[in-house]
């Protein structure tokens, strides 16, 4: 998982499996949670989000899980393909500002 | 319906030199933010700007550094007298209500 300040977290998974990238928030009163993707050379991309009143959310191939007891989220991708290669980031909003995690580098091996 | 837009997407300063980083919102987006990028870091917070206000620029240094976002055209960040430790990539984001930040694509600052 990522937490603010240490060296990028890495996950390699094969084609066709499911990853499971986590990440522990900081702050208890957060309300909001996003899921960023940021492929090589290119800004953040919206992938899904989640309120603090809910603590499951699907997408297309993509789930959120929120955890509030341990400050925990998790960002499940479902039959993992190569263009899914990228460093993912989670936000917590936190008085109308949002605090980033480090990130984690998600590999795909076709 | 253009993103948000920004320019240059590459820029090399010499130090000691002025740095402006220009972000246009998507239509209809009245929040701009403003985070900055170190290689293999998350994205760190630096100001958080409506139409002609700044609503909380916790996160910018105190010194050499200035945002606007006036009433017509688009935001700038300002950095004055550059040095190496600026060299970063810097990403504006916009949103309708202040939550949910559609990014843009970046400016990659290089000092030398």
């Known amino acids: 998982g990522e937490s603010v300040g240490l060296h990028l977290p890495t996950l390699s998974v094969q084609e066709g499996d499911n990853s499971i990238i986590n990440c522990a928030y900081s702050?208890?009163?957060?309300?909001?949670f996003i899921w960023y993707k940021q492929e090589s050379g290119k800004g953040p991309q919206f992938i899904i989000d989640i309120r603090s009143n809910m603590d499951k959310r699907q997408g297309q191939r993509v789930t959120v899980l929120l955890n509030k007891t341990v400050k925990h989220l998790s960002l499940q991708i479902a039959a993992t393909q190569p263009g899914d290669s990228a460093v993912y980031f989670c936000?917590?909003?936190?008085?109308?500002?949002?605090?980033f995690g480090t990130g984690t580098s998600l590999t795909v091996i076709p | 319906n253009a993103g948000v837009m920004q320019n240059p997407r590459h820029l090399v300063r010499r130090r000691g030199q002025e740095a402006r980083l220009r972000c246009s919102p998507m239509k209809g987006h009245s929040h701009v933010y403003w985070y900055r990028q170190l290689p293999e870091e998350g994205l760190k917070f630096m100001v958080y700007?409506?139409?002609?206000?700044?609503?909380?620029e916790s996160g910018m240094p105190k010194e050499r550094f200035s945002a606007e976002f006036p009433k017509e055209g688009p935001s700038i960040l300002r950095i004055q007298q550059v040095v190496r430790g600026d060299s970063a990539a810097y990403f504006c984001?916009?949103?309708?209500?202040?939550?949910?930040?559609?990014f843009g694509s970046g400016t990659r600052l290089t000092v030398v």
């Open positions: 702050n208890s009163a957060s309300d909001y």
């Open positions: 700007l409506q139409k002609e206000n700044i609503i909380d």
């Open positions: 984001a916009s949103s309708r209500t202040g939550e949910g930040h559609t």
């Open positions: 936000a917590e909003n936190f008085l109308n500002q949002f605090y």
